[in-house]
């Protein structure tokens, strides 16, 4: 470490804004003193964010989640959770502090989180604010599985589609069978099943992709800077996650699976033309027999 490097380190780590990095995989890579006290870490851990927030959450620490079911929370949280290159937000910590947070995110998934102590400020209408967060958090959230709308998806399309110097995927993924599974089983039976997908799909999504539900039984994955092959591999774990998956209490053996088209966005694409090729693709894979994947041609 250069002279300039080890004094910017000794910096950082002393400040009273608090300072983090996290990679592509939102594992922890570095947080400052200030960081590290206010979110309870050792230092040299470097636990995911997911496992972080689970940790502190059940010890009643670090930021305040005020949803009672905190996997509900978790699942909401990460399925807009760097999908955007800034963020700023307001967060409450167990202690009483009251942090003013944003996230920026690089080209290669890298997040900087820096939050600073706004406690002492004046905290007329904080409520307001509040209320404005929920509300816009409302307005790109499924009600039912708790992922991302179609409004959130369609914006990440729009913007994966626009950077044409990087290439990215575009997968429908489509539930087998839905309509049978309802008329077999219920409604209330097709709303676990389709919440069960929503969770078993979000564990497998990495953090600069996005995860929602478009409608029905149909859900959107956006893979930016995946090629196709990549996707591919993607998919075929969550296919695989999925197949395991029994989620009627009332019914042990019974499983479910869903199909799945991939398209390459390319340069001059808008997303309904990459939806187009996704849809074919996805098209194919039913009339071949379900539970598999297809690549648009």
């Given at each position: 470490m250069d002279e300039i490097s080890e004094k910017l380190f000794h910096l950082s780590d002393n400040t009273p804004v608090l300072i983090a990095a996290y990679d592509g995989f939102d594992r922890l890579r570095y947080a400052n003193g200030a960081f590290r006290s206010a979110?309870?870490?050792?230092?040299?851990?470097?636990?995911?964010w997911s496992d972080l927030m689970?940790?502190?959450?059940?010890?009643?620490?670090?930021?305040?989640?005020?949803?009672?079911?905190?996997?509900?929370?978790?699942?909401?949280?990460?399925?807009?959770?760097?999908?955007?290159?800034?963020?700023?937000?307001?967060?409450?910590?167990?202690?009483?502090?009251?942090?003013?947070?944003?996230?920026?995110?690089?080209?290669?998934?890298?997040?900087?989180?820096?939050?600073?102590?706004?406690?002492?400020?004046?905290?007329?209408g904080r409520s307001v604010r509040q209320d404005r967060d929920r509300a816009i958090k409302a307005s790109y959230t499924d009600d039912l599985t708790g992922v991302a709308n179609r409004r959130f998806v369609n914006a990440r399309m729009e913007e994966m589609v626009q950077r044409l110097d990087v290439l990215g995927c575009v997968c429908?993924?489509?539930?087998?069978?839905?309509?049978?599974?309802?008329?077999?089983?219920?409604?209330?039976?097709?709303?676990?099943?389709?919440?069960?997908?929503a969770v078993r799909i979000q564990r497998q999504v990495r953090r600069s992709d996005c995860f929602g539900r478009v409608g029905g039984e149909e859900f959107v994955l956006v893979l930016p800077a995946t090629s196709t092959?990549?996707?591919e591999l993607i998919v075929e774990r969550m296919l695989?996650?999925?197949?395991?998956?029994?989620?009627l209490r009332q019914k042990a053996d019974f499983g479910y699976t869903f199909s799945a088209g991939i398209a390459l966005a390319i340069s001059g694409d808008v997303v309904a033309d990459v939806l187009s090729r996704a849809d074919t693709a996805l098209y194919s894979a039913k009339i071949a027999g379900r539970n598999r994947i297809h690549l648009a041609a």
């Open positions: 979110f309870f870490l050792d230092e040299g851990e470097t636990p995911l689970r940790r502190n959450f059940k010890a009643s620490i670090g930021t305040v989640v005020r949803d009672p079911d905190f996997e509900t929370w978790l699942i909401s949280t990460q399925s807009r959770r760097g999908k955007t290159g800034f963020r700023e937000f307001e967060t409450d910590l167990a202690d009483g502090r009251w942090l003013w947070m944003t996230e920026t995110i690089q080209n290669d998934g890298w997040m900087l989180c820096i939050a600073n102590d706004i406690t002492r400020l004046r905290s007329h429908l993924l489509d539930l087998d069978n839905f309509k049978y599974i309802n008329d077999r089983f219920g409604h209330h039976s097709g709303d676990i099943i389709l919440r069960d997908f092959s990549e996707a695989a996650a999925i197949r395991k998956s029994r989620p």
